[in-house]
């Protein structure tokens, strides 16, 4: 029996976008971002201040 992706993985993310209002406009901050991370597992996201790690960990 196969197992689900559930079962297979701690956290899926699937075409994350994310957009905050600026100034009357929209500003896409993160587009379409996909990973995946396996039970036991550990990753770290590292950036430039500013380039949308908190946004990605808190969405």
Do not use: F, P, Q, W
Request: charged share 25%; proline share 0%; with cysteine.
């Amino acid at each position: 029996m196969e197992r689900s992706m559930t079962e297979k993985n701690a956290l899926e993310l699937n075409d994350l976008s994310v957009a905050y209002r600026v100034g009357g406009r929209n500003r896409a901050v993160l587009r379409n971002v996909s990973l995946t991370i396996g039970r036991g597992e550990a990753y770290g996201l590292v950036g430039e201040s500013g380039c949308g790690k908190s946004t990605a960990a808190l969405s």
